[in-house]
């Protein structure tokens, strides 16, 4: 149990439509992550947000978006959704102050683009 | 760019006997590694770590080594266990600045014990 949980846990979207994903952080991590994981693959790391504001990004297209609440929660947000997004969405909270050890991963969402 | 890889997809071991992942990255400016193991429908669960200040760290029946010049990691689990069956992904970062969250990961290998 990490105390990182997201939401929801599975959907099937159309290709071209929105989707957003949902995670709630661990208690006092101020630092979110969002990974895309493919089958077969390893996470890839889409950004991070730390106080509410992206502070890093991996090589994904604008269409990936993201915000972090004031408690720290974050959202996903995948516009123009392609049969390629289909994944597993990991997020991860962690606290810079801790920075060793302490990134903590969800279940994940998992996406299906049809 | 794939700049931590880990190159078996699969091992296969005997309950009680020592189980060897390797990983090797290309990045010298990564400066942290971590071990996650991760089940079917479960998010990845962090195992261990190692700081490129050492070159081993030991937690129980888990060993990482580190050889910087090779820029070469392995995890030892001695002895295994059947419920150490899972995927293992190794994960690289750079300390500093903004890089607290970003981790680079490999393709993760499918570790079996056996009874």
């Known amino acids: 149990e990490t105390g990182v949980t997201q939401s929801p846990t599975h959907l099937i979207k159309t290709r071209g439509q929105q989707v957003t994903l949902r995670c709630s952080s661990q208690s006092g991590h101020n630092t979110v992550s969002w990974y895309q994981q493919a089958l077969g693959q390893g996470p890839q790391f889409i950004f991070q947000?730390?106080?509410?504001?992206?502070?890093g990004r991996g090589n994904f297209p604008p269409r990936f978006s993201g915000l972090q609440f004031p408690n720290y929660s974050s959202e996903l947000n995948v516009n123009a959704l392609e049969l390629d997004d289909s994944a597993l969405y990991l997020c991860a909270s962690s606290n810079p102050s801790e920075w060793r050890d302490t990134i903590y991963f969800g279940e994940g969402s998992w996406l299906t683009v049809v | 760019d794939q700049q931590v890889k880990q190159n078996s997809p699969s091992l296969s071991v005997q309950e009680g006997r020592i189980s060897i992942l390797n990983c090797d990255y290309t990045n010298s400016m990564f400066d942290y590694f971590l071990w996650y193991k991760k089940y079917p429908a479960e998010g990845p669960t962090f195992l261990i770590s190692?700081?490129?200040?050492?070159d081993k760290n030991e937690d129980g029946r888990f060993t990482v080594f580190l050889n910087k010049s090779a820029k070469h990691l392995s995890l030892h689990i001695v002895p295994s266990q059947p419920g150490d069956s899972a995927v293992y992904f190794c994960?690289?970062?750079?300390?500093?600045?903004?890089?607290?969250?970003?981790?680079?990961f490999g393709q993760g290998t499918i570790l079996t014990v056996h009874p």
């Open positions: 994960a690289a970062r750079r300390t500093g600045g903004t890089s607290y969250g970003k981790l680079t």
């Open positions: 190692i700081s490129s200040i050492k």
């Open positions: 947000y730390y106080r509410e504001e992206e502070n």
